[in-house]
């Protein structure tokens, strides 16, 4: 056995030993699912799926409108994905694209955004709701999301790169109307970092806890994060049942990334090299 | 077909000049090179013909109307970039067809033209590809018919030939003038290669600084250049531009000076002669002069020579059969008929 063999052995210990402990949680997550509170408890703990799924699962429905809380996940990240990828898109190609007054300025202003936190946006995301009236309503949570910054940012990056110059005023000479030279060329052409962005994004508002924390009061509005939040007290968690919202939670995360993994990557290097 | 005007034609960035007034009747059918050196303009009044850049001053008509504000497809030009600018998530077909598809030409009628035009460019084979899976002359091509297909009224191309290797740019170069004879089409034709520029050309228009400095036939503007930017310009190797020597000027040079300016009005202060007029001669015949470099090309021979007192070095390009010229090589110099042009002190041509 030479000295790279070992090497190498070492180097798969160490990796294999790091994506235990990275998933061990994960398992965890799904093998509390199928057990009651009281068998998790134990001393040791289950290591092995159980057999108590349907009884978390009906502990769960009967705390909350679990699948109209799911129902909300979805549709406010469906919303905030389309309505991001659109303006987005829009707002990157024009920055890099047109020439404008207060060019430089605008694009300024928009990257400084990413400069304040997110916290700070707390308080004042919900008097603007409160005053708009829509506060409990599914648009205060996918509306002012629909622009991001990063977003425009990365559009801008890959319109720069992926659209040149001669093919927007060849589609101009051709009889394209500007609109039409967005919707036929720009955007096919953008394929890769819109679905970079809307994984993102999507994945992003699927998370999202403390944005429906603040604009959503009633419980059937809730979005599941919150929701299952509510699952928590300080006596008698029924952990359980929660880890089996997790579970059903994650799962279309799940199926998404491995549906789109590789493009995720390609798209978040695109224009980094080359 | 159709006939474009320029006159006053203006174009300024800010506060500065780009092109500085330009008039140029451009006749029907007519094949019109756009010749310069980089940043000379051509390009930048090409698209204020095409309608990609706006207008700052004077009138552009096509067909006699007045287009300064039509849209680019109002003004019924099509344009060939130099980047081809095929849309890359479209087929060939759907590439040529875009226009059409744009005015609203149904399905049935659109194919009909694309075949048409792809059969007179022989790409019909391509049509179903992408751009990505064709070769640059391939690429070239779909360009061309997208442009062909829409019928238009003047053709419109932007150094479409500089992205293609030598042995394909003569090919198309030939295409081109097929397709203008064929087509019978105004077309016209930016490039920065003189020879693009005198082999395609119905006429030429030098462009330099902004402005015209001379428009006419290739080979009127060869023989008969009106001043010494465009004498310089066409023409590979360089013409010789010697100047008048000083009174002390070294005797080599005044006897050049003599040989070329000889009977000419005093005004004459700088004489264009082209290399393939010098004729090489005994060292002990005609103007001392020795080779500094020789570059045998087969057919001919192009001699860097330097003759004592002028500064620059005088190309000859001479038949080749001379392999003793080699540098360093002591030669005499004698002019081939009188085909010397007389420059003024404002490098104006005197006739």
Not at chain 1, 59 to 68: A, D, E, T
Not at chain 1, 125 to 134: C, E, N, P, S, V
Not at chain 2, 125 to 145: K, M, N, T
Request: aromatic share 8%; net charge positive.
């Amino acid at each position: 056995m030479g000295d790279t063999t070992v090497s190498r052995l070492g180097a798969y210990a160490m990796v294999a030993a790091g994506g235990l402990i990275m998933l061990a949680p994960f398992y965890f997550m799904f093998v509390f699912a199928t057990h009651a509170r009281t068998d998790i408890f134990r001393l040791p703990p289950p290591l092995l799926f159980g057999h108590d799924l349907p009884g978390n699962v009906a502990i769960l429905i009967s705390r909350m409108p679990f699948w109209r809380n799911l129902g909300w996940s979805l549709y406010v990240a469906l919303f905030s994905t389309v309505l991001t990828l659109l303006f987005c898109s829009m707002g990157g190609y024009a920055f890099a694209r047109f020439e404008f007054r207060f060019k430089q300025s605008l694009f300024a202003l928009v990257m400084g955004t990413l400069l304040v936190p997110s916290f700070m946006n707390m308080i004042p995301t919900f008097m603007i709701m409160d005053a708009l009236g829509w506060i409990d309503q599914p648009r205060a949570l996918y509306l002012p999301g629909a622009a991001s910054a990063f977003g425009i940012f990365l559009m801008r990056q890959f319109v720069a790169t992926a659209v040149p110059k001669d093919l927007i005023e060849a589609a101009r000479m051709d009889g394209c109307s500007e609109l039409g030279i967005y919707f036929r060329i720009v955007l096919p052409l953008l394929k890769p970092a819109l679905g970079t962005l809307a994984l993102i994004t999507f994945i992003a508002s699927w998370n999202n806890f403390i944005g429906p924390l603040i604009v959503m009061r009633s419980p059937e509005m809730y979005t599941l994060p919150l929701a299952l939040r509510s699952l928590q007290s300080p006596v008698g968690t029924e952990w359980g049942a929660l880890m089996a919202g997790s579970a059903i939670a994650t799962l279309p995360l799940l199926v998404l990334f491995v549906l789109s993994s590789r493009q995720l990557i390609s798209g978040l290097t695109t224009g980094a090299v080359k | 077909m159709a006939q474009v005007t320029l006159s006053g034609i203006r174009k300024r960035y800010g506060s500065v000049d780009v092109i500085k007034g330009i008039d140029l009747q451009i006749h029907e059918g007519e094949f019109m090179v756009f010749v310069g050196p980089s940043g000379c303009g051509k390009s930048t009044t090409l698209r204020m013909i095409a309608g990609l850049e706006d207008i700052t001053a004077g009138d552009l008509l096509i067909d006699g109307v007045r287009a300064n504000q039509l849209r680019p497809v109002d003004r019924g030009a099509a344009m060939v970039f130099q980047s081809y600018a095929l849309y890359p998530h479209m087929t060939v077909a759907d590439n040529m067809g875009f226009a059409l598809r744009m005015a609203g030409v149904t399905a049935a009628e659109r194919s009909a033209q694309v075949g048409r035009a792809a059969e007179t460019l022989r790409i019909s084979h391509l049509l179903e590809r992408y751009p990505r899976e064709l070769s640059g002359g391939e690429r070239q091509r779909v360009a061309i018919g997208r442009a062909i297909v829409r019928k238009p009224k003047v053709f419109l191309f932007d150094e479409p030939l500089s992205n293609l290797d030598a042995a394909l740019r003569v090919n198309m170069r030939i295409e081109l003038c097929r397709l203008h004879a064929e087509l019978g089409a105004t077309m016209i034709y930016v490039t920065h290669d003189q020879v693009e520029a005198m082999t395609m050309g119905s006429r030429i228009a030098v462009f330099n600084a902004g402005g015209i400095e001379q428009v006419g036939a290739p080979l009127a503007l060869y023989d008969r250049p009106a001043n010494e930017f465009v004498a310089a310009f066409l023409g590979a190797p360089r013409i010789n531009l010697v100047s008048q020597p000083q009174a002390d000027g070294s005797a080599a040079h005044r006897a050049l000076w003599t040989l070329l300016a000889d009977g000419r009005p005093d005004r004459v202060v700088r004489v264009g002669w082209r290399p393939e007029h010098v004729r090489v001669v005994a060292a002990d015949t005609g103007i001392p002069a020795q080779v500094v470099l020789a570059e045998h090309l087969g057919d001919t021979s192009i001699l860097y020579l330097r003759v004592e007192g002028v500064t620059e070095l005088l190309h000859a390009k001479v038949a080749a059969g001379g392999p003793h010229l080699q540098p360093g090589v002591r030669i005499g110099l004698s002019a081939r008929g009188d085909t010397v042009i007389g420059f003024d002190q404002h490098g104006c041509q005197v006739s």
